[in-house]
């Protein structure tokens, strides 16, 4: 269910390391310019921005307040799955080192999956929509599907 | 940044009112002849399920374990995006009744966004793509974006 063309397959490699090196120098121009105008972003509490400039202010905002020295490491890119127009739907799993939210209370490090739909442009792949979900580790024991676990 | 052709936007609709009527009537065959064969699934927990097979194996048995008689209501289309191939990006807020969690804890009604991946076919358009978030009510109040409050 992961067959896709090498070539995509490294796009979003390349897309998801460049991601990672910005996120963890905390460049927000350089994170920021990977998203399209029209990007549409859930975060891993729901909340949901539209457009650029809502998930640009808000990325900002979070750096500042409490993403900032935070290291996210890429573990894999799950899957790869081809659209009809050169886009892809990537499903990445990443650690994220602990941090401090912003009820005051620390989130120990913890692992996401973030579902990326990514179109091709002159200047590689970008994202147009992310979703990012929190894998609640207490619920893992419960996959009906026994070799996901 | 929800600008789409109208017709996408009620086949959007039409796919997400057969997804809740499946959904409501327990009705798992109606339920996963909605996903494609290719079709991915993140769930609310961080579980990612590879092909229907999985998928529907994952649904059936967590429908036996906690969902059967649980319904799920539409609350919004948030938004749709076109891809080239008229393919659509929609995020879909919902509302589950409360539910037994398989570790034992009553789930009390809650809120999600469901990012789906749609592609069209000669029946409408089919799920290739979802990931389920829960809309945590208590990081709501932290929105950088106050309109998105």
């Known amino acids: 269910m992961t067959e896709q063309p090498s070539d995509l397959h490294a796009a979003v490699s390349a897309l998801v390391r460049s991601y990672h090196a910005a996120w963890n120098a905390d460049d927000l121009d350089a994170l920021c310019a990977l998203f399209t105008d029209d990007v549409h972003w859930v975060n891993i509490v729901g909340m949901h921005w539209h457009g650029r400039a809502e998930v640009e202010q808000a990325h900002r905002a979070f750096f500042d307040l409490m993403f900032k020295g935070v290291s996210s490491h890429l573990e894999e890119i799950e899957s790869v799955v081809q659209l009809s127009g050169g886009e892809a739907i990537a499903v990445v799993r ?47 024991p419960f996959n009906p599907v026994p070799s996901r676990n």
Chains 1, 2 share one sequence.
């Open 94 to 140: 990443l650690r994220m080192d602990a941090f401090l939210q912003p009820d005051g209370i620390m989130k120990p490090e913890s692992v996401d999956r973030m579902t990326l739909v990514l179109v091709p442009t002159g200047n590689g792949l970008r994202i147009k929509h992310g979703a990012n979900i929190w894998v609640v580790p207490e619920a893992q």
